[in-house]
């Protein structure tokens, strides 16, 4: 297992919130993704939490709204602070996502990762392979390249080289709302990549399973990109079910990985 955290995705709540909020919100966040506060639970009072942190009440306030607004907890007058369901949560939150990748809940959210990156990244690269510019395809390429250095053993810069190149086909769709996904790309292929870190001897298939896909966008054949990058990730899956990681049988008819694996 390799310390996942060295792979350039630093939580963006270290840079984005001053210390003394931090120390709240990252106290209560590991108490809710770790369960030890269970949904519809409430918090703990603002004078306990002030006590036991040793920052002032407003540090609390300011903490405890950071989370309401990421929907993680909910406060309602005469009601007190609760713990929010999952699907209450924003889940395409750059640090709600950070925060999930670095928790216990990791394994539970794989097979909802991989599953829209099926629904998403498919059509994508079909769009990239007809909108792709020559300075994006040259940025995949070189992402490809440093993704390569790692076919014998997975480092952080070939790691980095797998993100970027996934980034690069959502840049390139030339959509938006896809490129803004970067993030939830990025934390799966992290996650994923820590997961699946003592199967280094599929690396070398992955690697040439990303580079297929990269020739199918470059060649600017839509149909054969959207069916490589189905490929790319169907293996994921295969991957994931050898380490005895679940991924529902109906996802794996429904986008035909028995047939890609």
């Known amino acids: 297992m390799t310390d996942i955290q060295t792979y350039t ?53 300011e903490g405890i709204g950071v989370l309401v607004s990421k929907g993680m907890i909910a406060s309602k007058p005469g009601e007190g602070t609760t713990v929010q369901p999952l699907s209450s949560w924003m889940l395409l939150d750059p640090e709600v996502l950070c925060w999930m990748r670095e928790s216990d809940m990791a394994i539970s959210i794989i097979e909802h990762l991989i599953e829209i990156r099926l629904i998403i990244e498919p059509e994508a690269a079909a769009l990239a392979s007809v909108r792709g510019t020559m300075e994006q395809f040259m940025t ?12 014998q053993k997975r480092t952080p810069q070939s790691t980095q080289g797998d993100i970027d190149f996934h980034k690069a086909i959502l840049d390139s769709s030339g959509n938006i709302f896809l490129s803004r996904l970067r993030d939830l790309c990025m934390v799966s292929v992290e996650l994923f990549v820590r997961l699946t870190f003592p199967e280094v001897k599929s690396v070398a298939n992955s690697i040439d399973r990303h580079q297929r896909l ?48």
């Open 214 to 261: 990269f020739e199918a966008i470059r060649s600017r054949k839509p149909d054969l990109a959207r069916k490589e990058a189905r490929r790319v990730l169907c293996k994921t899956i295969c991957d994931l079910q050898e380490l005895n990681i679940p991924v529902r049988q109906d996802t794996l008819h429904y986008f035909g990985c028995e047939e890609n694996s």
């Open 140 to 151: 995949m390429s070189e992402a490809l390249t440093r993704m390569g250095a790692g076919e």
């Open 9 to 61: 995705y630093e939580s963006p709540s270290s840079i984005k919130h001053p210390k003394v909020r931090w120390m709240v919100i990252e106290h209560l966040a590991h108490q809710v993704l770790s369960q030890s506060l269970k949904v519809n639970e409430q918090l703990p009072g603002i004078n306990e939490l002030c006590d036991k942190l040793g920052v002032s009440r407003t540090a609390v306030r």
